[in-house]
């Protein structure tokens, strides 16, 4: 149930009278003739009260944003060894594992590039290459062949 300002400041004068949260719920039923707050409720805003001076519901907080200086530490780091992983460059840094990523990811764009070995085409290859497709052709123009291939996607790696 929502309590509006007027009877959160009833509740909040009579605990500091009383300093009795049953004492509070019976004055509350007699005054305004309805449920009164919880137990929790009443000490919680007699507590925020006293700290903040009002019942102002307090500024959301955020995660702080990562500094310039460690987005240049984490750039300078990786441009000296590249290979260098997120972990052992956290671990240098001083800085989280998942804020080291995240610079990386957001705010430098890096992503990470496995190297892959492929061979060299020769010129004898190319025969190979054009005989193998004249026979593909061929056996795809034959009834039946085409049910028993099977293409397959692989996910892209990032």
């Given amino acids: 149930m929502a309590f509006s300002k007027q009877d959160k400041a009833f509740c909040i004068l009579q605990f500091a009278k009383t300093e009795s949260w049953i004492c509070v719920q019976r004055a509350f039923r007699r005054k305004f003739k309805k449920e009164a707050p919880e137990r929790k409720s009443i000490i919680r805003w007699h507590a925020k009260f006293v700290k ?65 070995l492929v061979q060299k085409l020769k010129d004898t290859d190319k025969p190979l290459r054009r005989d193998f497709c004249i026979a593909m052709q061929e056996k795809l123009e034959d009834n039946g062949f085409d049910d028993w291939l099977v293409f397959a996607m692989r996910r892209p790696s990032i």
């Fill in 52 to 116: 903040d001076g009002c019942l102002c519901p307090s500024k959301q907080t955020r995660r702080p944003s990562t500094s310039e200086d460690a987005v240049e530490q984490v750039r300078t780091a990786f441009q000296r060894s590249p290979r260098k992983s997120v972990r052992r460059a956290s671990r240098e840094l001083q800085l989280a594992p998942a804020t080291v990523w995240r610079v990386l990811r957001k705010r430098l764009q890096m992503v990470r590039y496995k190297l892959k």
